[in-house]
């Protein structure tokens, strides 16, 4: 027995292909060349904060654990170039 579709109360039907704009030609965003560099600058100075935060900041172990995982997590997205 083949199932049966039933309309919910309520739903919107989807778009067909031809309606929903994947035929249209759009470009890419472009992006700045010095932005991503720009980004990693900036997440170079925040991991500098971090860790000067981590050796000098008074706080529980419980924060400090947290604090040396976004260091840590930090220093794996930077890469070996660190």
């Known amino acids: 027995m083949a ?6 109360p309520g739903t919107r039907p ?4 031809e309606n929903c704009g994947h035929d249209q030609d759009t ?15 900036a997440e170079e100075k925040r991991l500098a904060l971090l860790e000067e935060q981590l050796r ?3 706080m529980d172990e419980e924060e400090r654990c947290e604090l040396r995982d976004r260091v ?3 220093r794996r997205k930077l890469g070996p170039s660190r």
């Open 72 to 74: 840590l997590r930090l």
């Open 27 to 41: 470009p890419p965003p472009a992006h700045p060349a010095g932005a991503p560099r720009a980004r990693r600058t």
């Open 56 to 58: 000098h900041e008074l």
């Open 14 to 17: 989807t778009e067909r292909m």
């Open 3 to 8: 199932t049966r579709v039933v309309a919910h």
